[in-house]
């Protein structure tokens, strides 16, 4: 979701009424006499427009700031008096796509007037008090120079459910010369979007990624658990063979070295005793662990049932006929 906008703040000087200004209320954006103000209507206006229906919450907050301060700090001018005062605020709901907040000087929200006029009287008696104290000897006799300036604010706080800012602008007004202009400060423009959140997986594919994490646990115990009985089957067998035909099989401890052999597989044990008593050569069997192997040599071949070399050499000679 995202919200552009504007926030505009106007103003307009009207002058007492003089012998040389005809006209009481002067341009905006040009410099000013501070003896002929009267007061400056403002008018501050917010215009919102969301990419989306949203429900919204708002604040409205309108402040006078007075500052008073010296030139005489280390980095420049110094704050020695401040003094601030909220002069209007409001709070609200709403819910659409368009905003807009905002009326003239006589309104409720965007709108007041300034008396500068009432500020500099406040800032001559803080001058003149300060004189006072300095010749009573309440400070180090010394001249400073003093200026004083009138910030008003307009400040606005928008709330949603992703997207929560703070806009503010000021009227920046100075109150210690005689010649003057605004300042306005702030920014205009309002353009915002709501922070990314993650994509979240509907309930449906939740159960489907649950179902399939359960099939294949289930298929990997399956397959380990027919390993396990394949191998136990083996070793059975292996040990009734053993046992069966003792009298034709000599056992040996170590696995059987057939290198210079060429190796030729029997699918079936009942081959390799039919080879075994063709040539009459005894059956060499190696039986260790899982892994259970039987031979019977023939000068440069090896008859093998059982084992795990690779598949025997396409030029040897097959096995002889004996039936």
Not at 257 to 280: C, M, R, W, Y
Request: negative net charge; contains cysteine; glycine residues 8%.
């Amino acid at each position: 979701m995202t919200v552009t906008g504007r926030h505009d703040l106007q103003y307009r000087v009207i002058y007492q009424d003089n012998n040389f200004f005809w006209e009481n209320e002067r341009p905006q954006d040009t410099h000013y006499l501070m003896s002929y103000t009267d007061h400056i209507r403002l008018n501050s206006q917010l215009s919102l427009t969301f990419s989306q229906f949203v429900d919204l919450h708002f604040d409205f907050t309108a402040t006078e700031t007075m500052l008073i301060k010296s030139g005489r700090g280390a980095n420049g001018d110094v704050v020695v008096h401040e003094e601030t005062n909220v002069v209007a605020e409001t709070s609200g709901a709403a819910s659409g796509r368009e905003f807009t907040w905002g009326a003239d000087a006589e309104g409720e929200t965007g709108g007041f007037v300034v008396e500068p006029g009432r500020h500099i009287e406040l800032y001559k008696f803080f001058v003149e008090s300060h004189q006072d104290v300095m010749h009573g000897g309440g400070g180090i006799p010394e001249r400073v120079n003093f200026a004083a300036e009138l910030r008003v604010a307009f400040k606005y706080t928008i709330r949603t459910g992703e997207i929560n800012r703070v806009l503010t602008r000021e009227l920046v007004i100075p109150l210690s010369t005689e010649v003057y202009k605004p300042d306005v400060t702030g920014e205009r423009d309002v353009e915002a979007a709501a922070a990314s959140e993650p994509r979240r997986l509907s309930f449906f594919v939740i159960v489907l990624i649950v179902l399939w994490l359960s099939a294949l646990a289930l298929g990997i115990c399956y397959c380990a658990r027919r390993l396990i009985l394949d191998a136990e089957k083996r070793r059975g067998e292996a040990d009734a063979t053993l046992q069966r035909y003792a009298n034709l099989i000599v056992r040996s401890k170590h696995p059987v070295d057939v290198s210079g052999h060429s190796v030729i597989q029997t699918p079936e044990f009942k081959e390799l005793l039919k080879l075994s008593a063709g040539l009459n050569r005894n059956i060499i069997c190696y039986h260790g662990g899982d892994k259970t192997e039987f031979y019977v040599f023939d000068n440069d071949l090896v008859y093998c049932y059982g084992s795990p070399e690779p598949p025997p050499s396409p030029f040897a000679p097959p096995p002889p006929d004996i039936s």
